[in-house]
């Protein structure tokens, strides 16, 4: 017999499909103390079978944004002032909220950071990830419950039969970030939201999550738009990277390319951050100074007053997000920088 679950299971989206484009995106924060622009100007895009990581320091704008694509922004304070989201093809933000509610969860699903507190302390594992096929899918206890085991399985949960009525706090913060992940797939996204999915994590089970989320986004051909303040868990599962300072994307590249020779030097002082095997007893560079108070951003290129290439011009003038080219002139597919300076150092 087929269950009420099997009927409903869709088919993969062909890898490619554009599945989620922010356009010129501007959200800010009114406060008593003036207008703060936590997003400014923010374009992307992910595609089925696509990893975007999106990276930068708290207060960069990377989880406003995504937060402001699923609808969990608090408004006010928070205010949408320009821009689109559009969900293949179709703006989100001027369609009706009950259409919205539709896509986000069931066709665009996020998981957090902190697990812990995400999860109903009082249900076990079974029943919460159990209650979308209930809720969505009209499925029976009996079928919720075998389809929680199955995704617990999935999700490489030990013992999930047995474990399917514990409690979360019954399990380590790495199988809770499973539960999470399991929750977000539950009803099988074209594309995840993953805002520090690792970040509580230790660094051996931060592989371990970092890996399993990119099996199965490829298994599933999801896009995922993965969140991070980390350049080394993105390394090895996005194929392109968005860099953002202070509500705006100041770099974007394909994840090699980016690694190899980055073309602004927030990117290249980030990269130099990362510890490395090879520097055992060096002192770890840090880039100098604070991110700015969005209240109060400097004039010209943000970054100025931590940077220390920073020309008079940087002091004045905005740059804008342009293509790179290569040394003879030729356009580098994908890659993007907001900096004066970029030639110099792309190019050196
Ligand atoms: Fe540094 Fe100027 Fe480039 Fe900004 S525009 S990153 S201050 S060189």
Redesign the pocket.
């Known amino acids: 017999m087929t269950t009420v679950i099997e009927k409903n299971q869709k088919t993969r989206l062909e890898v490619g499909t554009p599945l989620l484009e922010v356009r010129d995106l501007h959200v800010e924060f009114h406060t008593r103390d003036g207008v703060a622009k936590a997003v400014n100007g923010v374009n992307y895009s992910v595609a089925a079978g696509e990893t975007l990581a999106v990276l930068g320091e708290s207060g960069s704008g990377k989880s406003v944004t995504a937060q402001t694509i699923m609808g969990i922004l608090d408004m006010p304070p928070g205010k949408i002032s320009q821009g689109q989201i559009l969900y293949r093809g179709e703006d989100m933000l001027a369609m009706k909220e009950e259409q919205r509610r539709q896509i986000r969860g069931q066709k665009i699903a996020m998981i957090f950071q902190d697990a812990l507190s995400s999860l109903n302390p009082v249900m076990t594992v079974g029943a919460q990830l159990g209650e979308m096929f209930r809720v969505h899918r009209g499925a029976s206890r009996k079928e919720a419950r075998d389809k929680a085991i199955e995704l617990m399985e999935r999700v490489r949960i030990p013992a999930a039969k047995q474990r399917v009525g514990d409690y979360p706090h019954q399990f380590s913060g790495g199988m809770r970030q499973r539960i999470m992940i399991a929750m977000a797939l539950s009803m099988e996204p074209d594309l995840i939201i993953a805002d520090e999915p690792t970040t509580a994590l230790d660094v051996t089970v931060q592989a371990q999550v970092m890996d399993l989320l990119a099996e199965l986004q490829a298994e599933y051909n999801m896009g995922l738009i993965l969140i991070t303040h980390d350049l080394g868990v993105v390394a090895d599962v996005a194929d392109k990277i968005a860099v953002m300072y202070a509500g705006r994307i100041?770099e974007t590249a394909p994840v090699h390319e980016l690694y190899a020779n980055p073309a602004?030097?927030?990117t290249k002082g980030l990269l130099r951050s990362i510890p490395r095997l090879d520097q055992k007893g060096q002192e770890l560079y840090a880039i100098k100074g604070l991110p700015p108070n969005l209240l109060k951003v400097p004039a010209?290129?943000?970054?100025?007053?931590?940077?220390?290439?920073?020309?008079d011009?940087?002091?004045t003038?905005i740059?804008t997000l342009h293509h790179v080219t290569d040394k003879d002139g030729k356009e580098l597919t994908g890659r993007r920088?907001?900096?004066?300076?970029?030639k110099?150092?792309l190019h050196g």
């Open positions: 100041v602004h030097p927030y010209g290129c943000a970054f100025n007053p931590r940077c220390d290439v920073a020309t011009l940087c002091r003038e740059p920088s907001a900096c004066h300076l970029w110099e150092t």
